[in-house]
């Protein structure tokens, strides 16, 4: 593992300290030596009050959290071009509700480090957080131009490009054809680089809703691609409840009806109630 990437990992970005062998530790600097054992403290600090709960320490977490700050800001003052270091505090303050402060730090870290695939990434979600979809998206592409075979960018763009789609358009960087294609080509990435997060596939045959002119034979095949991946029962039959939807939107009525007929748990009859009458009013035509 080149350096580089052992303190990118360190700077918690996506909650992961990398563990460090001997041939590393021995290329430590002194910085990154003590950004390691910050993160690592952070780390813990984060992990006791998640497993507290509501039971939490609040004034003992804010005074440990003041004490990180106070690490940090030491660190930086020592090592002001440290890139990973600004990465890593601006993490830490966006955790705090400093956002702010933190798009400041990662934003410096940027500046030092246009390389780094994390902090562009980082950057594009608190922006768009902020509501300032136009300007995530080039953080967001930036990301992906560095790491292209990392699922998460691809997936963080598909969802802006879906959330903020009048933002865009309205804005004439993109029309609508060109967003749409873009925001799908996004999320079937995603599915492509990780087949096995059923969350992503899920949101790719979803995208097919979001679009101005979708393909629903496409969109049929990638629900019942995702039903014979879902590990339960009421997964597999919110797989048929869309595959059912589709079915009305394309005439295929007698499959529609079959397929909601499939559809018994109990959780799912809402849903499955709202497609009934719209099937029995089509069955009349």
């Not at 300290?17 to 993160?39: F, N, W, Y």
């Not at 813990?44 to 609040?58: H, S």
């Not at 995603?190 to 899920?202: N, Q, S, V």
Request: hydrophobic share 45%.
């Amino acid at each position: 593992m080149d350096r580089r990437r052992l303190f990118l990992m360190l700077v918690g970005l996506l909650a992961v300290v990398a563990p460090v062998g001997a041939a590393e530790a021995v290329r430590e600097t002194m910085a990154e030596r003590t950004l390691r054992r910050i993160v690592e403290h952070q780390k813990e600090i984060f992990a006791d009050a998640e497993r507290q709960g509501e039971k939490a320490d609040l004034p003992s977490i804010r005074q440990q959290l003041q004490r990180l700050t106070h690490d940090y800001e030491l660190l930086l003052r020592e090592n002001p071009e440290f890139a990973a270091g600004y990465a890593a505090y601006g993490y830490l303050l966006s955790k705090t509700a400093m956002r702010k402060e933190a798009i400041a730090m990662l934003l410096k870290a940027n500046q030092l480090d246009p390389d780094i695939a994390l902090v562009k990434n980082q950057l594009g979600a608190m922006l768009a957080e902020e509501g300032q979809p136009l300007q995530a998206a080039p953080y967001f592409l930036a990301a992906i131009q560095l790491e292209p075979n990392e699922p998460l960018y691809h997936y963080q763009l598909g969802t802006l490009l879906a959330e903020a789609r009048e933002d865009f358009v309205k804005a004439g960087q993109w029309t609508r054809a060109a967003l749409d294609a873009a925001m799908q080509h996004a999320f079937q990435r995603t599915t492509e680089l990780a087949p096995d997060r059923f969350a992503f596939a899920y949101r790719f045959a979803e995208s097919f809703y979001d679009l101005e002119r979708p393909d629903w034979e496409a969109a049929l095949k990638a629900w019942s691609a995702l039903e014979e991946k879902a590990p339960t029962p009421i997964e597999r039959q919110t797989m048929r409840l869309h595959a059912a939807n589709i079915c009305l939107k394309t005439g295929r009525l007698a499959h529609a009806r079959a397929l909601l007929e499939t559809v018994d748990e109990p959780a799912l009859q809402g849903q499955k109630a709202r497609l009934l009458p719209q099937l029995a009013e089509a069955e009349k035509k």
